[in-house]
Every structure is written in C-alpha cells, then in structure tokens.
C-alpha cells in the first residue's frame, strides 16, 4: 500500500487543460499528463481497500492498487510492467477511457475517488519517453496463420497477443491507415494519432503484418467509410488461414426515418467527423526542411500523407501528391460547418465529439439535443456503487461551448430548396418510464446542419454474411465469452470480437475481448495457452 494516511491528507489531483479559447483553435491534445510529484500523490491516494472493487469496475481487470502503491514508491517500471499485464494500450484507455473504475473505487464512497485514469496515462506516457516499451518478439514460431480482418482496438489487441503467443498474423484493414475508430472516429484532440502509430511499430516489430485498404467478405452498404482498393473474399481467407478473427465494429449507424431527413445538410456524425479525422492526419517528423520549396510526394499511403503533412507544417510553397491507384478518399472535410448552426442530435461520446469538432470549425451556435431525461447532477451514491452510475456528464467539449437540452424528439427537418433550416421538435414526458409526447410543447431549433450521433444498431452484415457467420437478436456476430468455444462463431475456426460481437461499446471492452478472443484462437490452434484470459 502507498501511503496508509495518504487519502486523509491529499485532494484528488486533476490534469491541467489548456484554455478553451487557445484549444479551440486547433486539434490538438489539449490535456497534459500529471507531473511526477502529482502522481505520487495521487497513488498515495489509493486505500489499498482489501477488495479492490476499481479492479472489477476495470473491464481489463488492470491491477490498480499495485501500480497505484509503484507510482507512490517512485517505481515506475514495475508501474508499466502491472499495467501491461492486463492491458495492451494503456496510452489509449488512459487517454478516452470513461473510466468506470473510479466510480467503482471505494473512496469514492464518501470523497473524491483516486485519479485512476490519471495515473494510467502517467505511467505510459512516462514509459514511452524513457524508452521502456520494446518489443516483445516470441522466442519460438508456431507456423500458423492468423486473419485479423479489422484494425481496431479489439483487433490490434487480439493481433499483439497472438503475435507474442508465436503465430503469424495478417490484419486486414479497409481503410487506408490502421486503428478503427481511435484513428478516424475519436477525434485528435481526445487522442493524438501518434500514440496509435508509435504501438503499431512495436507490433511490427514482433512480426504483425498489416495491409491496410483491403476490404474482406462481400460488398459494403452506401455510407460507410472505406478506402479499399481490393477485395478477399472469405473463401480466399479461410483457404489461406488456419484461423480468423472477425473485428470488424459496428458501423451501422442509427438512422432518424423522419421527414426532410433527405435534405441536404443532415448527416451522420461519422460523415462529419471521418473526414475531420483525416484532414488533421499527417506526419510530423522533422526530417528535411522544406519550407518555401515545392514538394512532389509519390505514393498515396500512409507515408505519403506523412510526407504532405510535414511538408506543409514546414511551410512548403506547393505541395502535391500523385497516386498510381484510383482516388479512394479525399483528405478534405467538406462538410465545414463555420459560420453555421448546428444541431447534434444524440448525447453520447459521438455526439460530444460532434460539438468539440463544430467549435472548432467557428460554428455560429452548437445545440445537442437528447430524447433520454436530464440525468441527476449527482448520482445516489449508496445506491448505485460500485456500479457505473447515471449522471449528468459533461465533456470537455461540452464545456467548449453548447446548448444540451434533454427529454426532446425530432419530428421533422424542415428544408428550404432542398438545404436544412431548422428542426421541428417536441417535448418529452418520461414520467412512469414511459416516452409522452407533451401536447402544445412543439418548438422549432434554428440548423444548417444535423448530425445524427444516435449510436450504431449492429454491425455491417456483409462481412459477416460472407463468411455464413450466424448472427443474434441485434445482428452482432452469434459467440460466447466464457467457457469452451468462447469467441469462436457458428463457423468452424471463426472468432469475433470487439463491437462487432457485443455491438457498440468502448475502447476499454474492446481490448478486454480481443485479449480473450486471441487466447481462445491460441487454445483453438495449439490445444492449450498461455496468454492470460
Ligand atoms: C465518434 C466516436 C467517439 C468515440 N469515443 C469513445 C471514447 O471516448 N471512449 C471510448 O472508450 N470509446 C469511444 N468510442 C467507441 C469506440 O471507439 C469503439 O467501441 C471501439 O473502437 C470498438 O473497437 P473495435 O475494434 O471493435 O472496432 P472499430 O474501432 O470500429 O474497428 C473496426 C475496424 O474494422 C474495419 N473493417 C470493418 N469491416 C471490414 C472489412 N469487411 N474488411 C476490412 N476491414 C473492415 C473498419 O474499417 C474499422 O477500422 C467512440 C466511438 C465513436 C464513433
Ligand atoms: S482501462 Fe479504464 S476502467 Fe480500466 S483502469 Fe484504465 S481508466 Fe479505469
């Protein structure tokens, strides 16, 4: 244990943020680490209660109480080796993580709970600049190979395990860079790209091979995001592979049937914030100064983009970029919406991200409405703990500046010559649970544009019908998660994970099933594992 008196004479210690008005201006993390001294304090928080419930509220299980006692002792080694054993990328759930540990820490109770999250990111970020985290190559190679078809966090958790476990794996990537959603749905001022490009070298270092814009299974729905140039089918795969790992997400977004939906101005918030993503996107290493020269860069991949973006933070007088292959995506996020109203309808992580990207953009007003009722600004603690309780939360993109109105329904977009003018809403009544129209309560939102961040129903049925994977009730891929035969699918040396097997979540449950998912397929290939469950 830290210190035994340490949560009676410390406060909770919170990361500085940048100023809203600075951080506005770019997209940029915006919230530094906690300092050295700060986060011996913070460990020395830590009661070291007996029954760590934080370590049950932690869907990786991460070992709390004994890095938060390492980082009080200064040791900060044996700090990343506690958090690695139960988490492949803390620098990402310590960075976006909602943390439900904390609400499950026991100080919580009757004071501030410990800066779990906090000292997470601490102990990460201060591994990566000691240069500690290196690659963990296998001592001996099994010879088999594995499909990961996704690139996101559950899918680069399951392809680091099963590399280190010695087998080959292949991720296939229908985008045109690696990571899922933490590349091109979370956006760069809640994670910098960087931290998903410096794990990726250490995964290729231990033998993951990635091939990004190559789309697996059967074609896509209109509307969802893909650069890929070539098609495998799944007969293909599942001739080359002695196993395959499905962790495709859940990329069908939730729709709002009502009329006007047709006009121009309403959108999903992926369609607003994919582009986004990509704009931002680009290298920032400083090789070469370019500044004031005209730079050609050949190559349309991930280098490619690296070289336009350090070209152009150089200060290049021209930059272009030629490509052999046909254009699969531009870079541009056309949808600016500066100057303009806009309407986030949804009041979860998409939607905040939506109202942190528009007052970036300089909209001339932000609202995001919610048909759920207001939540309580304080939870009732001794009812709830140690669960994830319902409370109002505010985001820092919330504090950005933003209307947020709750218990409202959108009955229309109203248009003018085709283009979004407003919304046409009513009241809510959710008294004995149940959703009530409020007669006479219709009002009207001024909007250019909407954005529907309403959450994703399932996830694409195309990859999953390719392989003749079985589907349950919400259309996610059919597999268990405990006992024989977790993970694995209707389809004999087929497994899922991530969202596409529990529909839309967290990037924290993510990296829980592909961990799991991959000492499943490692057990499924060698008849017993070691990697931990
Ligand atoms: C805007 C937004 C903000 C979010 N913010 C947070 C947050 O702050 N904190 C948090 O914990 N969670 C957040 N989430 C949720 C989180 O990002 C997801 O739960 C998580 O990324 C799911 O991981 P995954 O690996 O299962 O799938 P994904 O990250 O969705 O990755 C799936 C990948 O598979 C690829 N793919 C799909 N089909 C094919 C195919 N047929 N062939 C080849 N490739 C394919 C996709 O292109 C994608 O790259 C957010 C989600 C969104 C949309
Ligand atoms: S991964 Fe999330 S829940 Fe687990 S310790 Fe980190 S912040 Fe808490």
Redesign the pocket.
Known sequence: MGKPTGFLEFDRQSEGYEAVETRLKHYREFVPRLGDDQAKVQGARCMDCGIPFCNNGCPVNNNIPDFNDAVYRGDWRAAMDTLHSTNNFPEM?GR???APCESACTLGINADPVGIKSLERAIIDRAGENGWVVPQPPKTRTGKQVAV????????ACAQQLARAGHDVMV????DRI?????????DF??DKRVIDWRLAQMQEEGVIFRTR????GP?PAGV??D?VRTLSADVVLRDFDAVVL?????APRDLPVPGRELSGVHF??EF?IPQNREVAGGRKNILNVKGKHVVVIGGGDTGSDCVGTSNRHGAASVTQIELMPRAGGRKNILNVKGKHVVVIGGG??GS?CVGTSNRHGAASVTQIELMPRPPEQEDKPLVWPYWPNKLRTSTSHKEGCTRDWSVATKAFVGENGKLKSLKCVRLDWSGGKMKEIPGSEFEIKADFAFL?MG?TN??A??LDAFGVAKDARGNAAATTDGEGCYATSVAKVFA????RRG???????IR??RQCARAVDEFLMGASTLPR
């Open positions: 759930t976006v993580c909602p078809v996704g690139s996101g966090p559950a899918g680069l296939f990537e229908k985008n990571g899922g959603l933490l590349r091109y749905g979370i956006p809640k994670l190559t789309l697996v299974g896509l995001a893909s890929a962790a495709g997400g859940a990329e918030a992926l914030l992580d998409t991200d961040a994703f996830p694409v195309s990859m994970a991530g969202d596409m839309q979540s967290l990037v924290v449950w993510a099933e592909g």
